[in-house]
C-alpha cells in the first residue's frame, strides 16, 4: 500500500494544494518499507493532475492536514482514499495511522486509521 502525505522539512505541510513536495512510503499494513520525496512543483493548483500523477505512482491514500473539496473529489475518483486533520512529523504520522494509534478524518465526522476500519458513508 502506498502512502503520500504532502511534505515540507520533516513535517506534514498543512495545505495539500500548496504543497511543492510529497513523500511517498511504500508500507505493508503495519509498516513502511520504504518512502522517497517527489516534486510536484507546477501542478499545485491542478487537483486533476495531481490525482493522476498518485494514481500512477500507486498511491492509495493521502494522509494530509487541510485539503479542498475540489482536490478530495479528483482524488477520490482516481480512487484514493484521502485522510485529513494530520499534523506534525511526517514519518510518526505514518507509523502511528498504519498502527491506529491515532484517527484522521475521511472527510466525514468520524475518523478511520490507515487500515480502513470503521464505518463508511
Do not use: R, W
Not at 14 to 25: L, M, N, R, T
Not at 34 to 60: D, N, Y
Not at 77 to 93: F, N, S
Amino acid at each position: 500500500m502506498k502512502i503520500a502525505v504532502p511534505f515540507d522539512n520533516g513535517q506534514i505541510f498543512q495545505h495539500f494544494g500548496k504543497s511543492a513536495y510529497f513523500k511517498i512510503y511504500d508500507t505493508t499494513s503495519i509498516f513502511v518499507l520504504e518512502s522517497e520525496v517527489v516534486e510536484t512543483a507546477g501542478m499545485e493548483h491542478l487537483h486533476g493532475s495531481l490525482a493522476e500523477f498518485f494514481k500512477e505512482k500507486g498511491v492509495q491514500i493521502i494522509i494530509c492536514g487541510g485539503i479542498g473539496e475540489g482536490a478530495i473529489n479528483a482524488l477520490n475518483a482516481a480512487g484514493i482514499q484521502v485522510l485529513t486533520g494530520a499534523q506534525g512529523e511526517a514519518d510518526e504520522t505514518v507509523k502511528a495511522c498504519l498502527k491506529n494509534e491515532i484517527k484522521l478524518n475521511t472527510g466525514s465526522t468520524c475518523g478511520h486509521g490507515c487500515s480502513g476500519e470503521g464505518h463508511h458513508h
